[in-house]
């Protein structure tokens, strides 16, 4: 196993306690940091089950190695973020839009 089938396969597993999840706001400074703006009320729709929830309301995961960002519905990996070398690699695939 290489070291990046590691980080997929971490961000790809189901969250083992649900009580570990914040919400969208405590990523709220690097959204803005990544998007230039406020995104804590930007809309998206998973691109799994069609669920739509403002980012504010999505389920946050900070593991250590990054950020992995969760549809409520579904579990679904909506957003990852890691940062390497200074810069913050953002990943959106899971999303099917945002607004």
């Given at each position: 196993m290489t070291m990046d089938d590691a980080t997929l396969d971490d961000a790809d597993a189901a969250p083992d306690d649900a009580d570990a999840a914040l919400d969208g706001n405590a990523i709220a400074g690097l959204l803005a940091s990544v998007f230039g703006t406020d995104m804590t009320m930007a809309v998206g729709t998973c691109g799994s089950c069609g669920?739509?929830?403002v980012v504010a309301e999505l389920a946050v995961y900070r593991p250590g190695l990054g950020t992995v960002v969760r549809c409520r519905s579904c579990q679904s990996v909506l957003m990852?973020?890691?940062?390497v070398r200074g810069t913050t690699c953002v990943d959106l695939m899971g999303l099917a839009s945002m607004s």
């Amino acid at each position: 196993m290489t070291m990046d089938d590691a980080t997929l396969d971490d961000a790809d597993a189901a969250p083992d306690d649900a009580d570990a999840a914040l919400d969208g706001n405590a990523i709220a400074g690097l959204l803005a940091s990544v998007f230039g703006t406020d995104m804590t009320m930007a809309v998206g729709t998973c691109g799994s089950c069609g669920a739509v929830s403002v980012v504010a309301e999505l389920a946050v995961y900070r593991p250590g190695l990054g950020t992995v960002v969760r549809c409520r519905s579904c579990q679904s990996v909506l957003m990852v973020f890691v940062s390497v070398r200074g810069t913050t690699c953002v990943d959106l695939m899971g999303l099917a839009s945002m607004s």
